[in-house]
T-cell receptor, first 110, second 115 residues
Framework: KNEVEQSPQNLTAQEGEFITINCSYS?????LHWLQQHPGGGIVSLFM???GKKKHGRLIATINIQEKHSSLHITASHPRDSAVYIC????????????FGTGTRLQVFP | GAVVSQHPSWVICKSGTSVKIECRSL??????MFWYRQFPKQSLMLMAT?????????EQGVEKDKFLINHASLTLSTLTVTSAHPEDSSFYIC???????????FGSGTRLTVV
């Protein structure tokens, strides 16, 4: 079993829909990251969370430390949001290495 | 914000030759850099961790003599794929950590094709 699990693996949506991607982890963490990887391969860091909730534009990320669960929400989705979204955690015991989820491939159609 | 520049973005080389990939932090000092490999439709696989001025720490199963990592300064790390073979063809990406307040910054990746 992976230490970081994401669901769903694949997601298709119509433009304007509200999207939720989930991440569960089984290790103690010092921080959780949500990353976005576009088809060209480059990766952008969207959020770094250690508690609570963060919002940036149409993106919202939440984390529940007790339940070891995080969600990434996209409001009013747009075709340009199509990408792979990756959850990654930094272990409490190794302060620098990231443990990656397998990613969620999102396609938003106009 | 923090920017990491990775070059080249793609490279094609012949079997047996060596290829160097550079990763530079443009506006911050990267105390630690990570090198990852990614196969199609799979997640990132950590190859090694490099700290400025010291030897890189390689993950299990990664050949250190094949994937040479140098982190000579706080803004530059290089990955050299030596004696490349077609099975080394992959997407390689680096990330850098400076001030942990900003987390990780990723390079744009290098697609290596060995023919």
């Amino acid at each position: 079993k992976n230490e970081v699990e994401q669901s769903p693996q694949n997601l298709t949506a119509q433009e304007g829909e509200f999207i939720t991607i989930n991440c569960s982890y089984s290790v103690g963490i010092s921080a959780l990251h949500w990353l976005q990887q576009h088809p060209g391969g480059g990766i952008v860091s969207l959020f770094m969370l250690s508690s609570g909730k963060k919002k940036h534009g149409r993106l919202i990320a939440t984390i529940n430390i007790q339940e070891k669960h995080s969600s990434l929400h996209i409001t009013a989705s747009h075709p340009r949001d199509s990408a792979v979204y990756i959850c990654a955690v930094r272990s409490s015991y190794n302060t620098d290495k990231l443990i990656f989820g397998t990613g969620t491939r999102l396609q938003v159609f106009p | 914000g923090a920017v990491v520049s990775q070059h080249p973005s793609w490279v094609i080389c012949k079997s047996g030759t060596s290829v160097k990939i550079e990763c530079r932090s443009l506006d911050f000092q990267a105390t630690t850099m990570f090198w990852y490999r990614q196969f199609p439709k799979q997640s990132l696989m950590l190859m090694a961790t490099s700290n400025e001025g010291s030897k890189a720490t390689y993950e299990q199963g990664v050949e250190k003599d094949k994937f040479l990592i140098n982190h000579a300064s706080l803004t530059l790390s290089t990955l050299t794929v030596t004696s490349a073979h077609p099975e080394d063809s992959s997407f390689y990406i680096c990330s850098a950590v400076g001030d942990r307040l900003y987390g990780y910054t990723f390079g744009s990746g290098t697609r290596l094709t060995v023919v």
